[in-house]
């Protein structure tokens, strides 16, 4: 490819850190337009060789593109840079691959079509991780990494983000999962980068919640003070005062009680119902202290009409306490008199004073619920200019089609404000901004750094948050602060201590891929996740497609369902688990069960009596005779479903096929597809039909004495096929 070095100049910075990437995996820590991505265009060119390709992967399709429009000012011809994402065909990106030098794509993407073998990573010679932070847990960034380092010798890897977090566990996680092996640090404050940077004023604003909204979180605050001395006084909480507890210590210990719920402690059983009406109250608090009334009075309409139709206890628990419905009562009056959250006033007036001082001025707004913008936006609908929201993907969201014309109509200047939540804090090409509002405080070191980096650029940015007095803000805000400080102080002495993060992968060559055996297993295409992952890690050849019956087919003798203790549990309770029995045992001459979770849970991530769960294992083993195995985990199950192919398929010589839910096209597999539509027919049985009679024809004219013949078909199998074949249709 030809490279445009003339456009691309690099500041000394850049060009220090582009030094430590060249010769080593390296985690590049910079403020928002610092240039980044430059450094991934230089260590790109440095890295194509004739052979090779780039890979650069960002977690949206925006943002992915976003890159592929940033590199083409630099590399030609443009034909050989593609975007891969999940509305690609399979087929197609398989091609674009084969075809194109740099690749920009999601993570979920690459993953997939690594599993599924439509891409191999040996020609790889560098990957971009943007975003780099999210290398945590399952995240695929990790098993990209990990399968990249193990099947490429001549690995390289770059890692990008602006705050990799304020926890070093965190941090130690994001750069063994990367196999980084050098952190490269500069702050804003940093010599070599202040030249390039504006001050951002950071000032903090408060206000008075008014005396009626006060009095609607006291109420709320007494029906939850009330629930959380009962979990005191059953033993389950050391502290009754709110402060004293967090959600993420009310889900732990809802978990925990969930567990013990076999017990048959009444204790236990109301524990977990007053926990999560805890959660609730708490919900309604923030709402109420740090967001709007209007948004306080949606959640409990939501919440009332939930309750007439639930049997959700919690629920039930919430709407009918009295001072619940106090606050309800009084949430109303108060927006019947005009009366709302003083920071929208507040917001308000931030906002037309910058109009005022810059008619042209860009603004963003955060604010953690969604719920709250249709609020900010009534507000500021006022003003002499032109707002939009920004929200995620999820339920009733933007997509990113949406999301990217909204992002260009606010550079091009169309739009003065964008009221978002959180999906404006992430790598998206969103331009300089003269003011950026956090209406919201919360206690994240990542989302405080990132939301302030869209500021502060060619100018002095401003950065105004705001908060209400004697509420959960003024925490937040404090929080946030001292875990930024913190970052700071963590990423230094990782830097300076040349510390090195070891996350050694197995020792595989691509020759150990060539010369061993490959088992095969079809997989479901809804069974996605970590057991496929270890399948690929463990050398199986996945393949994917719709199954009409189980989750993974092992051989053309043994299908696999595969549950969770929740799904187990859940299964049993809409009646599915004994339906899905049938098709098991109709489709597969050995079909199993996996259970796969701590087998303790099976008892508590539902209500329901545990002599009814060892009911229904009961029945499984010994009415229909269905082997039940049970794994601890993911990998786990991953290791059972290879031992079974590698056994049946080596061991054994068993063949492996599927009747995925589309139709063949060679003649023998539509002749297949067509048998194993008659009645309890599977693969197996279908190939001893055609075998025995030849055609399909003689099989549906075979008399019932005939069918008996074959091998596998029985008196009441025969008489079903015959059954469908000889009635009469009515419609």
């Known amino acids: 490819m030809l490279f445009n070095k ?19 995996n390296t985690l590049v820590v910079l403020p928002t337009g610092l240039g980044k991505t430059h450094i991934a265009i230089a260590l790109s060119n440095s890295r194509l060789k004739d052979a090779s390709k780039i890979l650069i992967l960002a977690p949206t399709k925006p943002l992915a593109l976003q890159h592929m429009n940033t590199f083409s000012e630099f590399f030609e011809p443009q034909e050989e840079l593609c975007l891969l994402t999940g509305e690609v065909a399979p087929a197609e990106r398989k ?18 079509d690594m599993i599924y073998g439509q891409i191999n990573l040996k020609d790889v010679s560098l990957i971009v991780f943007d975003e780099a932070h999210r290398a945590v847990g399952d995240y695929a960034y990790v098993f990209i990494a990990e399968n990249y380092v193990k099947q490429t010798p001549n690995s390289r890897i770059l890692a990008l983000t ?37 001050e951002i004023e950071v000032t903090y604003k408060s206000v008075t919640l008014p005396d009626e909204i006060i009095a609607i979180k006291s109420r709320l605050e007494r029906a939850a003070q009330e629930r959380l001395s009962k979990l005191k006084q059953y033993g389950f909480v050391k502290t009754d005062k709110l402060d004293g507890v967090t959600k993420k210590a009310l889900l732990y210990l809802q978990l925990t009680l969930r567990k013990q719920f076999h017990s048959k402690n009444f204790a236990v059983a109301r524990g977990i119902s007053v926990c999560a009406s805890i959660i609730k109250l708490r919900h309604m608090i923030s709402l109420v202290e740090s967001e709007s009334l209007a948004a306080l009075n949606s959640y409990f309409e939501s919440m009332w009409e939930e309750e007439r139709t639930t049997k959700i206890k919690s629920v039930k628990d919430v709407v009918n306490d009295v001072n619940v419905r106090a606050a309800y009562t009084l949430t109303r009056n108060a927006l019947e008199n005009n009366l709302e959250n003083p920071k929208l006033e507040l917001l308000k007036e931030i906002v037309q004073e910058q109009m005022s001082l810059k008619a042209a001025s860009k603004i963003l707004v955060f604010t953690e619920y969604r719920a709250n913008i249709p609020k900010i936006l009534s507000v500021l609908s006022d003003l002499p200019m032109d707002t939009h929201h920004f929200i995620g993907q999820g339920k009733k969201g933007m997509n990113q089609k949406t999301q990217a014309e909204v992002i260009e109509k606010f550079r091009e200047g169309y739009l003065n404000c964008l009221v978002c939540t959180s999906v404006a804090e992430e790598g998206l090409d969103i331009p300089q901004v003269d003011l950026i509002v956090l209406y ?15 500021t502060g650029r060619q100018e002095i940015g401003k950065t105004i948050i705001l908060m209400a007095s004697n509420t959960a803000d003024q925490r937040y805000a404090f ?21 090195t993060f070891e996350k050694v992968p197995v020792a595989e060559t691509l020759d150990n891929y060539t010369t061993q055996k490959t088992a095969l297993v079809f997989a479901d295409s809804r069974e996605h996740g970590a057991v496929i992952d270890h399948l690929y890690k463990s050398g199986i050849n996945v393949k994917v497609g719709q199954l009409k019956a189980g989750d993974f087919i092992i051989s053309e003798d043994i299908g696999v369902e595969r549950k969770t203790t929740g ?3 859940n299964s049993l309770i809409d009646k599915r ?15 199993i069960y996996i259970i796969e979770g701590k087998s303790e849970d099976l008892f508590s991530v539902r209500n329901v009596d545990s002599r009814a769960i060892l009911g229904a294992m009961v029945s499984l083993i010994v009415d229909w005779q ?59 049985a279908a190939r001893n039909l055609l075998k025995h009679f030849k055609t399909p024809r003689s099989v549906t004219n075979a008399s019932l004495d005939g069918l008996k013949e074959v091998e596998g078909i029985g008196t009441i199998l025969a008489e079903q096929i015959r059954k469908l074949l000889d009635e009469e249709y009515k419609d």
């Open 577 to 591: 688990l004994f339906e899905q029995a049938q098709k098991m045992k109709q489709n597969f001459v050995k079909p």
């Open 162 to 198: 602006a705050s990799p977090g304020s926890d070093e566990y965190k941090v130690d996680e994001v750069c063994k999962n990367l196999f980084i092996k050098k952190i490269e640090y500069r702050s804003r404050e940093n010599i070599e980068v202040k030249e390039y940077v504006k």
């Open 567 to 569: 799904d187990f549990v």
């Open 6 to 24: 003339d456009k691309l100049n690099l500041r000394l910075y850049q060009q220090t850190i582009l030094n430590s990437a060249s010769s080593q």
């Open 479 to 499: 929080i946030a602060r001292r875990k930024e400080r913190k970052m700071d102080d963590i990423i230094n002495t990782l830097s300076e201590n040349k510390k």
């Open 626 to 684: 269905l082997p039940v195995i049970f794994s601890r985990n993911p990998e786990e199950t991953a290791d059972i479903i290879a031992n079974l192919a590698k056994r049946e398929q080596f061991d054994r010589n068993k063949k492996v096929s599927v009747r995925f839910e589309q139709k063949p096209k060679i003649l023998t597999e539509q002749q297949q597809y067509f048998i194993e539509g008659l009645p309890n027919i599977g693969p197996t």
């Open 95 to 112: 091609e674009l691959w084969s075809n194109s030098k740099i690749i920009f794509s999601t993570p979920q993407t690459i993953r997939n």
């Open 440 to 454: 919201t405080p919360v206690p994240s070191a990542i989302k405080n750094i990132q939301r302030r980096g869209r």
